[in-house]
């Protein structure tokens, strides 16, 4: 019992040393050597008792101990060798006594049986050499079949296993059968191993049966050392299998060979046993002749799903296949896949249960946790699981398997594991081994997809991260064609028929043989020699290997009935999918890999998405995975295209494939995303353009802000630097505006054929043959292509679609100008290379191309070279392919990166927004795609790849045929069963036309003072017709899409045609418009009517006016049916833009109409009728807001038309009703634009009263009952449109009254209530009652209802002014566009009073306005001047000051009256001018007066007059209007009625009557006869009566004469003469004008009250001055620029001096041109030191002054010149825009805060002038233009000067609180009489009146 208890011990303080001791290492930790190593003197004591046969075994045993555990590792061995039989034997007496121990009390003694392990253990590794030869072979093999027997627990067995693996690893070849038995046995559950006794299990092994039953000498039978108590693994054969494998490698190197050679010996030929027992089970279909060096690339085909059994693992449910080893190879790919991932190595203690730590599969066991695995397998990329296992430690409680999966790896066995990986790399066999296994791994089902995840893992690694040793490439051998082929650097173009033999994939087998043999396996590298240490395969081969193995993936039948197994199959798709992706974009391939790439997706995509969708529990893989799919099938295809040649068969397999899945809506989605990259591509490389910065936008004020305020980065700051990108390239190229050299879609490239074409220009007979095959084609396809004659074509593959026709003439349309003047103005360095040029001009079109492969060389070689591109077309029978596809590539600035997934479950299938895709894919040209060498080495041809040459990445060709192939690589899209798709598909052709129309905007635009120039190249806008045009002949099913097509044909042929089109696409063009107009289906009306604007009219295609009696009838149809959500603007645009045609076109042709309509219209009657009757009936009745608005402005239209033309037209009259009526409509806004109708109309007042003498006081009588019938309601009304509308109808009324002559307006109204004809009152009396009504209110003659004008009155044959009008039922709720001032009470009540006062104050100004000026406009100054000029300091000799100043105020003659409130009235004493002898009846001084009202200003001068003189009778007040500032001085009074002096016998009196009755009319007693004649003789007068009567008065006055001078002789009758007094005139300086005042009556007591004097102050100064500045009529300012041909910006529009005849003519029409150095009106901001220009066109009444500010006239001369020209017109609001240019205008090129309103102005080829106009969405309807009509050259100034006064009222009306002139004006004298009137008694207000300045003089001697 002591020996017992010592033993016990030693072996506890044994284990705590093991603890501390790392025995595997070459030296021991710090620690250790501190704390457990003995001194020298020790070992040798413990050596000598260890080696002393005297001493017992386990005393021997304890030194035994001592001595290994301080012993280095080398020093230990040289002891083991030397002393081995002492060992052995102490080793196995004691082995045998604790076997006997633990047989008889079990557990108790199993630490000793950890030492003794221990030391057995030592054996095994320092001992190899003499165990291979067999030492102690017996009793070696018996001892490892007790731990091996399979009654032992499971860590004993385990212990057995390690320690057998290190057996026969010494033993190795020198194994017998028995040995490699055990090995084939050690993992239950396989198929018997067959021998030479037959099949064996390991118990058989173990304990063999006795062949003699009767033999008395047996072997001992094995028993269990320690028998099982805990619970067995469910799996043995996995747990097992894992221990082995495991051990495999931690014992790799663990023996102690004295020759170091022979560490790998190990490892190599336990795994050749691994392979040759156990490999044949775990793969049935393992492939021994499986070859990375010779691949064979035939892409598998879809497999059947396996039958899935549910099963329970660990108390959980999970999916299994019937495979009874899949779970065992599973186990194996991942324990193959350690040695390939980033390993992470963990520390050697962690995960104990109860003080031990388990292995993995032994801590799902006990634990029953079974999802720990599956936790940990489904880790992020990098963060993979380690093993550990301490091989220092022997004892069992220390030596634990690994507490995590076998992918974790313990530190310790860091070498092992780099040992290991390291022969798995070291020949070719190893290398096709490990491929071979991860295809099996390809094979598994999805239940088992970690594994899956973990291969794809090891590849992404491998691909894209750190390549393995055999992805290097190999040396490159002349003699050697395999690595010429696999060679990166080239690309391959020929297929090696031998090798396509002899790579054929063998069959697989499913035996794996028995030859396989240790021998074999480590002397193969002598069979093969160097070739199979040449592990060098090339990063090529091991792609196309992946590619075809990891396509099994994909290939197998999914299972939609279980969603675990589901999501785990998509899983692992997207993972494989994901690779692929960054393949395609990151690595370098040659033309097999990207072949081999583009067959497997090709294969996914075919074999996954051809189960339709319309299932009903749906395809949910196919779903799932079908937007990336899609997606990167497109994108490698692309990718493909720029690095190698593509052959046209993998294109028609493209096309299809692709075309027979469009049932899928995702193609669509992906195929339109693609596209829309493609777009950005052709964009950058064809047409220079970057989507993302576009010219426009540049041009743009609101893009600049933006740029501004984000920090813009200059273009030179974003362009990265040359060598590692393709966008400096690109950019440089497309610099030059290089045309795009044309070439085949699928043939060019091919061997043989390219050599051909780049030697042999084809004949002009080609072409011509092409040009009737396109004819021919295109007639069968229902589609026209344009005219090809010297033009080129590109070539069609065998599979051309019907679209293919018109590519060639729309993407080079450009090239139908005169191609060789513009390449050689485009090209000057080419001039000197193109005598070839000059040659071939006749044939076709000249190409310049010029090609380079970096930046250097584009800078370095100036030289061009000359290519003639043409082509023939190839029968269209052929097959259609995937050339008619036009590629796109991303944008020119952004990066495609690719999605960083940490995860490999990252959902990538939701990605289908293009950004995204053009961020993942990185098709951009500015970051191009990888290339297998340098483009400089491929410049055998000037042309890219994809068109045979040499160049990859993008290019002009390969951008453009790209970008067609793929557009067609669905096929005919109107094949397309889904109608939802089709409909889908089509809305996505309009998105990417509209995308083609964007590029061709941004073509040619200028920057600066660059002037544009035409481009060379267009985007093909009408390649899509035949498409369209088909697609309308659908059946009704496809409704949505045959709307998308009109939609796009619509949007197509109402641009502008850089080409027209040739007869045979406009007769299909006609055809599908007719058919649409004149369909039953509304739904294809309305879209039509909805797109094709009237810009389409003003095209003026060839041919055009046939569609005019279609579209009438369409439009009278759509506006004929109640549907408000139907386009009635649109079609009411249609209407009115045709309202001048009639006139220019008298016969234009009809198309047949449709049954029903034959009675409006039909053949050749005149359609003006029809026309205008629309026009009227929709005038009255259309129910919609703005389509009646523009209704009422065509009718406008059309009336001035007709009077214009002098056509008498009978329904004139219709249309005035029509409008009269339409002003009270209870929609306010649709009255409004009548009342403007109105307005316009006062402008022809002569041309009506041409057509109809009573037709202009016909409108005056129709807005005054108007006024009168809307007045009460508006009174009351809260609504403030309604007081605007009668505001308008005055101000209308206004202009009406002041255009009309005055006998007009004296013509007596006869009215229905009045039958008395003597009691008519004239029109001007209705005039002033209704302005009275308005300013005291509508009741005023409510007694005298006679007094008004009623509607009544208005009833004629001609007129009906009650005729019925619809009512407008627009839903859409007006939007007030004024802020909202509710919270600022003052603003607030602000409001309401200017609401209240509206109507009073402006019937006031009426009135003021009437008498001041009707029949007084224009004065003789001209129309400029409508108020006196006169002011305070004018001729006032008390003032020195040039303009009005305080020194005024302070003037003894000048004092300022307020009278009655309302008007400021200045009364100033001046002197009289010097008296000539004999005028002394004429005072020394005169009194001015200037009045301050409302309506203006005005001055009068008046005299006092002593009485009729001799000499001169002098009036006693006359008028003094001032028309200028020059005409002050000594004429003040130059505009008085002056009196001529006369002889003595002159009848002065007779002249005096004679000039009132020539000046004042209206007091004449007859209106025609003068007041000096005679008048005729009393009513029953005879003549001779007459005669007495005369006789008698002169006889009388004989007798008085006679009686008078008889008197007068008498001298009694004399008296003394009487001296007349001295003659005294008055000095004081205000006498005069106190004087006027008392004889006006104003000083008296009773006009107190109506007369104030002011306060003089110097705020009276500034606001006197301030209220003669303001305006006393509306003014407008409008700017004008004439745009020529070619002018797109800024400088080049402002720099114009002068425009076109027509232009000059309209510019003419607006207004008269004034002299601005002496103009007194309006200047609009202009000045008169000619810095602004000398004259300018103006326009004025006595209401309105506009001027305008045209470019043409104003300086351009310097910067500053221009600097004040665009301050000028960019402030003005309203834009006049004469555009002469072929292209649109936009508003960007004149950019500016302002204009908020745009009328532009094309002329069109028939002298017909189309209007566009363009405003802010703030700014309110408007007319009497409206866009999208169409008017005449006669129509156009007038029109168009009332638009735009219109329009400026409109913007301002918007504005906050915006007051109309005479609204400020009134409110400003208010504010100056609140302010400044001073209340004063009686008496100081007559001592002021007395003396305006007491201080300025003395009193003394004043009167």
Request: charged share 20%.
């Amino acid at each position: 019992s002591t020996a017992v208890a010592g033993l016990h011990w030693k072996v506890g303080e044994g284990k705590n040393s093991t603890r501390e001791t790392t025995w595997y290492t070459p030296q021991p930790r710090i620690h250790s050597v501190m704390f457990s190593r003995k001194s020298h003197g020790d070992v040798k004591k413990s050596t000598q008792k260890v080696l002393d046969p005297k001493k017992d075994v386990l005393t021997r045993l304890k030194h035994l101990r001592t001595v290994v555990d301080n012993l280095e590792r080398s020093d230990l061995k040289h002891f083991f060798d030397t002393n081995y039989s002492h060992i052995y034997f102490i080793f196995y007496e004691n082995f045998t006594t604790v076997e006997n121990s633990l047989k008889q009390k079990g557990k108790s003694h199993r630490e000793e049986l950890d030492s003794i392990l221990f030391l057995f253990e030592k054996i095994l590794q320092l001992l190899p050499e003499r165990i291979y030869y067999r030492w102690q072979f017996h009793s070696i093999g018996s001892i490892l079949k007790k731990l091996l027997h399979t009654g032992n627990s499971m860590k004993i067995r385990c212990e057995g296993i390690r320690l057998f693996l290190l057996w026969i690893q010494a033993l190795q070849n020198n194994c017998c059968e028995e040995q490699f038995l055990i090995f084939a046995c050690l993992v239950p559950d396989f198929p018997a191993t067959l021998s030479s006794k037959g099949p064996c299990t390991l118990d058989v092994l173990i304990n063999p049966s006795s062949n003699l039953p009767d033999a008395k000498i047996v072997p001992e039978e094995i028993t269990p050392l320690l028998p099982a108590t805990e619970k067995i693994p469910e799996d043995q054969t996995c747990f097992f299998l894992q221990v082995i494998l495991k051990y495999m490698v931690t014992q790799a190197a663990s023996l102690e060979w004295r020759n170091k050679e022979n560490q790998e010996t190990g490892f190599k030929f336990l795994f050749a046993l691994f392979r040759e027992y156990y490999l044949p089970h775990l793969f049935p279909s393992f492939s021994r002749v499986t070859n990375l060096y010779k691949p064979t690339l035939d892409v598998p085909h879809l497999r059947a799903k396996p039958v899935y059994v549910s099963v329970v693992r660990n108390s959980e449910h999970v999916y299994s296949t019937r495979d009874q080893y899949m779970e065992a190879r599973v186990c194996f790919i991942k324990w193959l896949v350690t040695f390939f991932l980033e390993k992470k190595y963990i520390p050697a203690n962690l995960n104990t249960k109860n003080g031990e730590v388990l292995p993995k599969l032994i801590q799902t066991v006990t634990t029953g946790s079974a999802s720990q695995e599956k936790n940990t397998e489904s880790e992020t990329d990098g963060q993979l699981e380690q093993e550990k296992c301490h091989s220092n430690s022997s004892t069992l409680s220390d030596r634990r398997l690994s507490n995590s999966s076998l992918c974790s790896i313990e530190e310790g066995h860091r070498t092992e594991y780099d040992l290991v990986q390291q022969i798995l790399l070291s020949s070719r066999d190893y290398v096709n081994f490990v491929n071979e296994v991860f295809y099996q791994a390809f094979l598994l089902p999805p239940c088992d997809a970690s594994a899956v995840r973990k291969v794809t893992k090891v590849y992404r690694k491998w691909i894209l991260l750190d390549k393995p040793s055999f992805m290097e490439e190999p040396e490159v051998k002349e003699s050697s064609s395999n690595t010429v082929e696999n060679s990166e650097g080239l690309i391959a173009t020929e297929v090696d028929s031998k090798q396509g033999s002899e790579n054929s994939r063998h069959k697989r087998s499913s035996s794996w043989g028995r030859s396989y043999s240790f021998t074999k396996a480590v002397n193969k590298g002598s069979v093969f020699d160097a070739e199979n240490r040449d592990i060098k395969a090339g990063v090529q081969a091991t792609l196309q290997v992946f590619l075809t193995n990891s396509a099994n993936v994909f290939l197998l039948e999914p299972c939609p009935d279980i969603p675990k197994l589901l999501a785990d199959h998509l899983e692992v798709c997207r993972s494989v999918l994901h690779i692929y992706r960054r393949m395609i974009m990151e690595i370098p391939m040659n033309q097999k890999t990207w072949e081999q790439m583009l067959k497997v997706l090709l294969r996914i995509t075919e074999t996954v998405m051809r189960k339709p969708r319309d299932n009903s529990n749906g395809d949910n893989f196919a779903n799932c995975l079908s937007g990336v799919l899609f997606r990167t099938l497109m994108v490698a295809w692309i990718r493909a295209n720029l690095c190698v040649f593509i052959s046209r068969e993998l294109w028609d397999e493209l096309l299809s494939v692709l075309s027979s899945l469009t049932a899928w809506e995702e193609l669509i989605i992906e195929w339109a995303n693609i596209m829309d990259s493609l777009t950005v591509a052709l964009a950058k490389a064809v047409y220079g353009l970057d989507m993302n910065n576009l010219p426009l936008d540049k041009l743009s004020e609101q893009k600049e802000k933006k740029q501004r305020g984000r920090g813009f980065i200059q273009e030179s700051q974003r362009v990265p630097s040359s060598g590692k990108t393709f966008n400096l390239s690109l950019r440089t190229c497309t610099d030059i505006q290089e045309p795009m050299r044309l070439r085949s879609a699928t043939t060019s490239g091919a061997p043989g054929v390219e050599k051909a074409r780049n030697n042999v220009l084809q004949k002009t007979t080609d072409v011509e043959e092409a040009q009737q095959g396109e004819n021919a084609s295109v007639t069968e396809a229902g589609s026209c292509s344009p005219e090809t004659d010297q033009e080129q074509q590109l070539l069609r593959s065998s599979s051309t679609s019907d679209i293919a026709g018109q590519f060639s003439s729309d993407l080079f349309q450009g090239q139908r100008r005169d191609s060789s003047q513009c390449t050689i103005q485009s090209y000057p360095a080419a001039v000197q290379e193109g005598k070839e040029l000059t040659k071939k001009e006749n044939e076709a079109p000249v190409i310049l191309i010029r090609r380079s492969s970096s930046p250097a060389d584009l800078d370095c070689r100036p030289e061009i070279q000359y290519s003639h591109a043409r082509v023939r077309l190839k029968d269209k029978s052929e097959s259609m392919n995937s050339e008619t596809s036009n590629g796109c590539a991303s944008d020119g600035e952004s990066c495609w990166q690719t999605f960083e997934e940490e995860h490999d479950t990252a959902p990538m299938d939701g990605i289908t927004d293009p950004d995204v895709t053009r961020q993942w894919l990185q098709l951009s040209p500015s970051d191009p795609p990888p290339t297998l060498a340098d483009s400089s080495e491929c410049l055998t041809d000037d042309c890219s790849i994809i068109a045979g040459g040499g160049l990859t990445g993008w290019h002009q060709d390969s951008a453009a045929v790209l970008w067609r192939r793929i557009l067609g690589i669905l096929g005919d899209v109107n094949n397309i069963s889904c109608p939802k798709i089709h409909a889908k598909l089509f809305g996505y052709l309009h998105e990417l036309w509209h995308k083609l129309a964007k590029i061709r905007d941004n073509l040619g635009i200028s920057f600066g003072s660059i002037s544009s120039r035409p481009p060379v190249l267009i985007p093909p806008l009408r390649m899509f017709a035949s498409w369209l045009f088909k697609a309308t002949t659908l059946p009704n099913e496809f409704k949505e899409g045959k709307l998308q097509a009109y939609r796009l044909i619509c949007d197509m042929m109402t641009r502008r045609q850089d080409v027209l089109p040739n007869s045979d696409f406009l007769i299909h063009f006609y055809h599908v418009m007719h058919k649409g107009l004149i369909t039953e289906d509304q739904d294809i009306l309305n879209i039509i009517i909805r797109n094709c604007s009237p810009h389409f009219f003003f095209l003026g295609l060839p041919g055009f006016t046939m569609l005019v009696g279609d579209f009438i009838t369409a439009a009278a149809r759509l506006l004929n049916s109640d549907s408000m959500e139907a386009p009635r603007v649109e079609a009411q645009i249609i209407l009115g833009s045709l309202v001048c045609f009639p006139n220019v076109y008298k016969q234009m042709p009809l198309l047949q109409s449709i049954s029903g309509t034959a009675d409006i219209i039909s053949g050749d009657e005149d359609i003006k009728y029809y026309l205008i009757n629309l026009l009227l009936s929709n005038a009255r009745n259309e129910p919609s807001e703005t389509a009646r608005c523009i209704a009422i402005c065509s009718l406008a239209v059309w009336v001035c038309e007709e009077l214009v033309q002098c056509t008498n037209h009978h329904q004139v009259k219709d249309a005035i009703n029509v409008i009269g009526v339409t002003l009270k409509l209870h929609n306010k806004v649709v009255a409004q634009v009548a009342c403007d109708a109105f307005q316009l109309l006062a402008s022809y007042w002569e041309k009506l009263q041409a057509y109809e003498v009573h037709l202009a006081t016909k409108v005056i009588e129709i807005l005054v009952a108007t006024i009168m019938f809307l007045l009460p309601s508006a009174e009351h009304s809260s609504m403030e449109a309604d007081k605007k509308l009668i505001v308008s109808l005055l101000l209308c009324l206004l202009d009406w009254c002041m255009a009309l002559p005055m006998r007009f307006l004296l013509e007596p109204i006869s009215t229905s209530v009045l039958d008395d004809h003597s009691q008519e009152s004239l029109l001007l009396d209705y005039i002033y009652r209704v302005l009275h009504c308005c300013v005291y209110g509508s009741n005023l003659y409510t007694q005298q209802s006679h007094y008004l004008l009623s509607l009544a009155d208005l009833s004629s044959a001609d007129y009906d002014p009650f005729l019925v009008v619809g009512i407008v039922k627009n839903s859409e709720v007006t939007q007030s566009h004024s802020p909202d001032f509710s919270n600022l009470l003052t603003v607030a009540e602000e409001k309401k009073r200017r609401s209240l006062e509206l109507i009073p104050l402006t019937a006031r100004m009426l009135m003021t306005h009437l008498v001041n000026h009707l029949g007084h406009y224009p004065l003789s100054g001209g129309p400029a001047i409508l108020h006196s000029l006169v002011s305070e300091h004018h001729d006032n000799f008390y003032v020195d000051s040039a303009e009005l100043s305080s020194e005024v105020f302070k003037s003894p003659n000048l004092q300022l009256f307020v009278f009655n409130d309302t008007a400021l009235i200045s009364y100033l004493q001046l002197p009289a001018e010097s008296i000539p002898s004999g005028q002394e009846a004429v005072a020394a001084s005169h009194v001015r007066i200037i009045v301050r009202d409302i309506s203006g200003k005005y001055s009068w001068d008046g005299r006092i007059l002593y009485g009729p003189l001799d000499a001169q009778v002098i009036s006693h007040t006359k008028i003094s209007v001032v028309p200028s500032d020059d005409q002050f001085g000594e004429d003040e009074t130059a505009f008085m009625l002056q009196s001529h002096l006369t002889e003595v016998e002159e009848d002065v009196l007779d002249q005096l009557l004679e000039n009132l009755g020539e000046t004042s009319p209206e007091c004449l007693l007859h209106q025609h006869q003068k007041l000096n004649e005679p008048a005729p003789p009393p009513f029953g007068m005879s003549c001779e009566q007459e005669k007495n009567i005369i006789e008698a008065i002169l006889r009388q006055n004989t007798q008085e004469e006679n009686h008078v001078q008889r008197w007068s002789r008498d001298p009694t009758m004399k008296v003394l003469s009487q001296q007349k007094p001295c003659p005294q005139e008055p000095q004081a300086p205000f006498y005069f004008c106190r004087l006027l005042l008392n004889d006006l009556g104003m000083n008296s007591w009773d006009r107190r009250k109506s007369l104030h004097v002011m306060k003089k102050n110097s705020k009276l100064l500034r606001e006197l001055k301030n209220l003669d500045s303001r305006q006393c009529r509306e003014t407008h300012k409008i700017a004008v620029f004439y745009i020529a041909e070619g002018q797109e910006d800024k400088c080049s529009i402002l720099t114009n001096s002068g425009g076109s005849q027509a232009y000059e003519d309209f510019v003419a029409g607006l207004g008269w041109e004034v002299d601005l150095s002496t103009h007194c009106g309006f200047m609009g901001g202009l000045q008169r030191n000619g810095s602004t220009g000398q004259s300018a066109p103006y326009y004025a009444t006595s209401t309105v002054e506009v001027i305008f500010h045209v470019s043409t006239r104003m300086p351009s001369d310097s910067d500053d010149s221009l600097t004040k020209k665009i301050r000028h017109l960019g402030n003005d609001e309203v834009h006049i825009v004469w555009s002469e240019h072929t292209r649109d205008y936009r508003k960007g090129i004149i950019a500016t805060d302002f204009g908020d309103v745009l009328i532009i102005i094309y002329p069109m080829k028939n002298h017909m002038f189309y209007i566009q106009i363009m405003k802010k969405p703030k700014v309110p309807f408007f007319g009497p233009l409206f866009d999208g009509a169409i008017v005449t050259r006669k129509l156009l100034p007038s029109l168009v000067r009332a638009t735009c006064i219109n329009a400026s009222r409109a913007v301002k009306s918007v504005l906050p609180l915006y007051q109309s002139f005479y609204d400020e004006r009134a409110l400003y004298l208010e504010a100056i009489i609140q302010n400044h009137r001073e209340v004063m008694t009686f008496e100081d207000f007559a001592a002021q009146v007395f003396s305006p300045s007491p201080n300025y003089y003395s009193l003394t001697g004043m009167d």
